[in-house]
């Protein structure tokens, strides 16, 4: 009889052990994304989360995207955080915290309709709102026809610094947070000299010494910084900046520049055997000029800027080559103001699509100072290449 006993509890004791040790069955991982379809009756939620969920959605064949993709949907979100945080933390600061927020894409691409879903407090709730508002353009989504629908869509915006990201990503998806002047970059061109404002003489043809090579004369600008200033809409704007202009005027080549305080004169040399007639001058430049453009991303907006280009000169000199009877080669420069105007003002057109674009500047002011010479009104015009900022 013991031995039964003992064989029971035995055989008790070792079921007993084995459901303690059983491997854990695994989970099925559910998705928390929202379907095209959800029955809502049942749950717990805000009227006006019902108000956007009840809404009539339509087959979706595809998701609405971010510009840029999942990707630059984190980049965008982690940045727009951390700009908050540095902007609005204090010692009491709710870190790690999130708020889901809930809105809807609309067929033109627009962010319409964002609620908070579950939030936190006052502070974190509006700047997830605000966060969502500001958005870019999405892709919308489509239906089975490929036609654009409205579509719903829900995000975790988590108020901490996330070091995890990856932080290679495209610089265009960066430009889409908000729209850049079409001005910053590189410029080459030549010149072309008129004889008076609005009179067309480039031959000068009662001063031909003053005529210039517009081949060699050439115009290099280096546009370093531009600021833009939304008008009216996010395809309007108005921008200045800085950067520099250097400018070489070719004349005849046996011309050699003599002035005083007064005069500055072109003297024809026969003595020596001339190759060029440079006139060189470095000028500080700030663009005051508007923009329309047909894109809000810098890459692929068509655009036409217009308005003025201010100039301070900076640094002038005067060059000639040539060489010596003997086979000898020359060169000498003379450095001074040569009465030049100490002021650069040219009226400014420039168009173009995205980082490439054209460009045509007309002097207002001439050339050189009033009095002293001719009148000199330089025709500017070259190819430009465009970096956003």
Aim: hydrophobic share 40%; aromatic share 14%; charged share 20%.
């Amino acid at each position: 009889m013991k031995k039964i006993v003992a064989l029971l509890a035995l055989v008790y004791c070792s079921n007993a052990f084995g459901q303690v040790l059983e491997k854990p069955q695994l989970v099925e991982k559910v998705d928390t994304s929202i379907r095209t379809s959800i029955d809502i009756e049942n749950i717990d939620v805000p009227i006006e989360v019902k108000e956007v969920f009840d809404a009539q959605v339509e087959f979706s064949n595809q998701t609405p995207q971010f510009p840029g993709g999942q990707d630059s949907l984190d980049r965008y979100i982690k940045e727009a955080v951390e700009s908050f945080i540095y902007a609005d933390t204090n010692e009491t600061f709710p870190w790690g915290e999130s708020v889901y927020v809930a809105f809807e894409i609309a067929t033109d691409g627009r962010v319409t309709r964002p609620i908070i879903e579950m939030g936190y407090n006052a502070l974190l709730d509006s700047a997830a709102l605000d966060i969502v508002k500001n958005m870019p353009l999405w892709t919308p989504a489509t239906n089975e026809n490929g036609a654009p629908i409205a579509a719903s869509y829900r995000l975790q915006i988590l108020f901490d610094f996330d070091l995890d990201l990856d932080e290679e990503f495209d610089f265009e998806d960066e430009e889409n947070k908000s729209n850049k002047a079409h001005w910053a970059g590189f410029e080459m061109g030549v010149q072309l000299n008129t004889n008076s404002f609005l009179g067309f003489d480039p031959n000068f043809a009662l001063n031909p010494e003053w005529e210039n090579i517009p081949l060699k004369s050439t115009v290099f600008n280096f546009n370093l910084y531009a600021h833009q200033f939304k008008l009216f809409s996010d395809y309007v704007g108005l921008f200045t900046g800085y950067g520099f202009s250097f400018i070489n005027t070719d004349y005849v080549a046996n011309y050699q520049l003599q002035h005083d305080q007064s005069s500055v004169t072109p003297v024809y040399d026969s003595t020596q055997n001339f190759r060029r007639s440079s006139l060189y001058g470095a000028y500080l430049t700030v663009p005051v000029l508007f923009e329309i453009r047909t894109h809000t991303q810098f890459k692929k907006a068509i655009y036409f800027n217009a308005g003025v280009l201010g100039g301070l000169r900076l640094y002038s000199h005067h060059r000639q080559t040539g060489n010596f009877d003997n086979g000898d080669k020359f060169e000498w420069i003379t450095r001074s103001k040569f009465n030049l105007n100490p002021f650069m003002l040219d009226a400014c057109v420039r168009v173009g699509y995205g980082p490439v674009g054209a460009f045509v500047n007309y002097a207002v002011l001439s050339t050189f100072k009033n009095g002293t010479t001719v009148g000199q009104f330089p025709l500017r015009f070259g190819v430009s290449f465009n970096i956003p900022q």
